[in-house]
Nanobody
Framework: VQLQASGGGLVQAGRSLKLSCADS????????VGWFRQAPAKEREFVAA????????YYGEFVKGRFTISRDTAKNAVYLQMSALKPEDTATYYC????????????????WGQGTQVTVSS
C-alpha cells in the first residue's frame, strides 16, 4: 500500500489548509485512516481518525473543533480540513492506515504515507 499525503504548505496564522491522503490501490476505503503530526524534537501526535465502517471521526484534544476529517469513498481519499491554524500546528503531517480499534496509537498503524509539511507563520 502506498499512501500519498499532500496539501501542505506555508500559511499565516488563522488561515486554513486542506490535506489529502490517497492511495492508488483503493485500499484506503477498508481501513481506519488516521492523521498524525510530528514537529522537530517532538513525538508523533495523534490528530484525527475516521473509521471505515461508519466514517465516525475522532480528534486529538488539541484540535478543539478547528479540524475536520472526512472521507470520499468515490475518490478513495481522506481529507483533513484545518482551520484557524496556529504556529504550534507547524509539523509534518502523516496519514496512515489501521484496522485496530485504538485509533490514536501510532504504533498500531500498518501503513504510512511520506508526510506533508505544514508551516504556520505568526
Amino acid at each position: 500500500v502506498q499512501l500519498q499525503a499532500s496539501g501542505g504548505g506555508l500559511v499565516q496564522a488563522g488561515r486554513s489548509l486542506k490535506l489529502s491522503c490517497a492511495d492508488s490501490e483503493r485500499t484506503l476505503r477498508s481501513y481506519t485512516v488516521g492523521w498524525f503530526r510530528q514537529a522537530p524534537a517532538k513525538e508523533r501526535e495523534f490528530v484525527a481518525a475516521i473509521k471505515a465502517s461508519n466514517s465516525f471521526a475522532y480528534y486529538g484534544e488539541f484540535v478543539k473543533g478547528r479540524f475536520t476529517i472526512s472521507r470520499d469513498t468515490a475518490k478513495n481519499a481522506v481529507y483533513l480540513q484545518m482551520s484557524a491554524l496556529k504556529p504550534e500546528d507547524t509539523a509534518t503531517y502523516y496519514c496512515a492506515l489501521t484496522r485496530n480499534i485504538y485509533y490514536s496509537r501510532a504504533d498500531l498503524y500498518n501503513y504510512w504515507g511520506q508526510g506533508t509539511q505544514v508551516t504556520v507563520s505568526s
